[in-house]
């Protein structure tokens, strides 16, 4: 235990208040000033990520609308002319290093929320895509396997009805 600590407890312990308030506020101001301290060593790599941030805004926007500009303004999946949203094919961290046009697809606002709720039909749809804009493999098993798993954790489709051929 550290020893101004120690100290603390006993004056505490001992009944002396006095001695022990004084001593926790002394530690509660250096801890402060640690914190000032630190937070000030931190305040220019923000500045770097904000400049890196901003790049990367840039970059996004250049590959949505090189999205958008090849499809024409339609959704890629149901064909609609009403696509406003460029959906990652790749999700995760290594997203942002997948991000290019051929892993990039322009979808309506329906289309979209399908592909976020993990709609099973939605997601294979969207791995063949993957494989006919030519992404990298990578990114075409990631949206294949997003999609089995949703497929397996679907409960089993109900059976056909037997049908009298007599």
Sequence with gaps: ??????RVLEAVESGDYA?????????????RRH????????APRRKVERADKEARREAWQRTREAVLARS???????????AVDAHHLMTGPLRRKYETPACV???????????????AVTLCAL??????????????ATVN?????????????PPHPEVDRG
């Design 127 to 140: 791995s063949m895509l993957a494989v006919t804009l030519g992404a990298p493999d990578i990114v075409a």
């Design 72 to 82: 024409g303004g339609c959704c890629e999946l149901c064909c609609t002319p009403l």
């Design 35 to 42: 914190k000032r301290v630190v937070a000030t060593k931190r």
């Design 1 to 6: 235990m550290n020893p101004s600590i120690r």
């Design 19 to 31: 001695y022990a308030a004084k001593q926790a506020t002394l530690m509660l101001t250096a801890y």
């Design 145 to 157: 396997r997003r999609s089995q798993k949703v497929q397996t954790a679907l409960p089993p489709p």
């Design 105 to 119: 697809v322009s979808l309506c606002r329906h289309c979209h929320d399908l592909a976020h709720d993990n709609d």
